[in-house]
């Protein structure tokens, strides 16, 4: 369930989740590149956001991010300061040809970075990340809780 309305940009992100980096921006989702003071459509980064589900499991914390048209080469998963995952990667723009006419342009280009504070019972040596059709999977294996050890007592009498 969302936290934050539809209206104020959708985002399935609950702000008052201690292990999310995402910081809300009731700004976001209003301006449009032509609602900006002269600034050329291809210098506002609109891919800045990769769409990002964060699902536990019993074994493991697993990431899928949205990244369609990137390739494994242009998206970096990296963990820093020993918890803390950061996704991050690029799409560039294409180049444009003096002689091309366009008609529209939909598809966004730019830098992009998600950062998640990672629970103490990630496994961080082991994170695995793979990509395929345009979603990039990241599985961090969790510890696995120790069982408290029961000893049974004999009664006498």
């Known amino acids: 369930m969302s936290l934050i309305p539809s209206f104020l940009g959708g985002r399935r992100t609950n702000v008052f989740d201690p292990f999310s980096l995402d910081v809300w921006d009731p700004i976001e989702g209003f301006l ?7 600034a050329p459509a291809k ?19 697993v990431f899928k991010a949205d990244v369609p048209g990137l390739k494994k080469e242009e998206v970096k998963v990296e963990v820093e ?7 991050s990667g690029e799409r560039s723009s294409e180049n444009e040809e003096k002689s091309d006419k366009w008609h529209r342009v939909e598809r966004s280009s730019g830098k992009f970075v998600r950062r998640f504070r990672l629970p103490e019972n990630a496994k961080v040596e082991e994170v695995k990340a793979s990509m395929e059709n345009g979603v990039l999977s990241v599985t961090v294996p969790k510890v696995p809780e120790s069982k408290p050890e029961v000893k049974s007592i004999d009664i006498s009498g």
């Open 32 to 38: 449009t590149p032509s609602g900006l003071a002269n």
């Open 81 to 87: 300061d020993g918890n803390i995952l950061q996704i």
């Open 43 to 61: 210098d506002v980064a609109a891919f800045t956001n990769a769409k990002v589900d964060w699902r536990e499991t019993p074994e493991a914390h």
